[in-house]
């Protein structure tokens, strides 16, 4: 059966760190991964998509990549600050779905 | 601020009964799409309207239907109510029908909807 994974324990990190965050997906062949970041009791908020023949994405001091070989998408948050402290969702598109499959998020704490 | 509006904000209401959810999309997007998100499920897209029509549906119940309007605005009526039907419901909208080339969703702050 197809299935996401994002962890489910709260990562902890230091402001200034860089924070990264897992997506790990089986039995899809997504043509587009996306991550939102989601604060509590709020609607997510979209942050970025990859398409799959894109290894690398950047804005800012945001970064994913995209493994299809190893199904895998990373989320990184460079020089981390405690207003970037949120919930992070990955969300798989296949092509001729149309619809974002989410996971169920990773929580992100950082700490001044 | 998203340009998504949902209405209302909160909804207390007892089993059996049925409720009107309503999101107005961002101005200019076509697409609106509802989405429940309970704790234990995640976000489950519910279905989708393109410019009116229905055009995706996932794992939405029988109890429950959706429309869009000409004004493009869109309810999500929940009918015989369950406590499990306890979630947020979010509206997102999108200029597109999706997929192609991108699919960034505007989601709205939700309507968190309790069955007592």
């Known amino acids: 059966s197809q299935k996401i994974e994002q962890n489910s324990e709260a990562l902890n990190i230091q402001e200034g760190k860089t924070a990264t965050l897992t997506c790990n997906y089986t039995?899809?062949?997504?043509?587009?991964l996306q991550w939102y970041r989601q604060d509590p009791g709020r609607g997510p908020v979209f942050l970025l998509l990859?398409?799959?023949?894109?290894k690398e994405k950047r804005k800012e001091r945001l970064k994913v990549t995209f493994d299809t070989t190893l199904k895998q998408s990373l989320f990184h948050i460079t020089a981390s600050q405690p207003a970037d402290s949120a919930t992070y969702l990955c969300?798989?598109?296949?092509?001729?779905?149309?619809?974002?499959?989410f996971g169920r998020g990773t929580s992100l704490i950082v700490h001044p | 601020d998203s340009g998504v509006t949902q209405t209302p904000k909160h909804l207390i209401t007892a089993t059996g009964q049925r409720v009107t959810l309503r999101c107005s999309p961002r101005?200019?997007?076509?697409?609106v799409y509802w989405y429940q998100q309970s704790l234990d499920q995640g976000l489950q897209f519910l279905i989708q309207?393109?410019?009116?029509?229905?055009?995706a549906k996932g794992n939405i119940l029988e109890r429950f239907s959706a429309q869009q309007f000409p004004d493009l605005h869109s309810e999500l009526n929940l009918s015989s109510l369950e406590l499990g039907d306890s979630a947020l419901y979010f509206c997102?909208?999108?200029?597109?029908?999706?997929?192609?080339?991108?699919?960034?969703?505007?989601f709205g702050p939700g309507t968190r909807l309790t069955v007592l």
């Open positions: 969300a798989l598109e296949s092509g001729g779905s149309y619809i974002p499959t």
């Open positions: 990859i398409r799959e023949n894109e």
């Open positions: 997102a909208s999108s200029v597109g029908v999706a997929g192609g080339l991108i699919n960034e969703q505007f």
């Open positions: 309207y393109y410019n009116g029509e229905e055009r």
């Open positions: 039995n899809y062949s997504p043509a587009y």
């Open positions: 101005s200019g997007d076509l697409s």
